[in-house]
């Protein structure tokens, strides 16, 4: 059979593809990620950044913001959590459905950054499970797409979620 010629068993009509539904579910939600945004402080400028015309997060599927946690499968935490917001945010995580993701943008938001002090949450791991942290201070929006990818990668592959692992056993 020359290259390009068609087997014979072939369904009439076209071509066809072999998938599992599985992956095409994956496949569909790569690509249709909706992101809710918890901005406290500095770093939600670089989000701002990261959705606009220059870095276009809309090529990879995940522009659309949501304003309902309940709508939202990837929360991007942006800046300062102080243990009186740490309520707020354990709240607004267990709004999501599953699956979900929590992405961690920022010196601050992973670690508390250089904000030591009794106020400060010591990083948003603390409460909630993240998948991806972004280092910088703040990260610019090159940080934000490469999470995105990360996310796709994990989605694509059914990577194990950090709240499959929540709470840390060791
Ligand atoms: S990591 Fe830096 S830029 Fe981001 S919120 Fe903290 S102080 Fe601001």
Redesign the pocket.
């Known amino acids: 059979m020359a290259v390009g010629d068609r087997p014979k068993d072939a369904p009439p009509g076209g071509g066809y593809a072999l998938t599992t539904l599985e992956a095409m579910i994956a496949w569909g939600r790569k690509y249709s990620i909706y992101p809710f945004t918890f901005a ?4 939600g400028i ?1 989000v701002m950044g990261a959705f606009g015309t220059h870095y276009d997060l809309s090529r990879f599927g995940a522009e659309v913001v949501r304003f309902s946690p309940r709508q939202a499968d990837m929360l991007l935490v ?3 959590v102080n243990y009186k917001m740490a309520p707020v945010l354990v709240r607004i995580y267990e709004q999501m459905l599953e699956p979900k993701w929590v992405v961690a ?5 992973s670690s508390g ?3 030591n002090n009794y106020s400060v949450l010591q990083g948003i791991d603390k409460i909630i499970p993240v998948d991806v942290y972004i280092p ?4 610019n929006p090159e940080g934000i797409i490469d999470a995105v990818v990360i996310l796709q990668k994990m989605m694509e592959t059914g990577a194990p979620r950090a709240s499959e692992r929540w709470p840390i056993k060791i």
């Open positions: 406290t402080a500095c770093c670089e942006a800046g300062t943008m920022g010196a601050c938001a950054g250089f904000y910088g201070c703040p990260p």
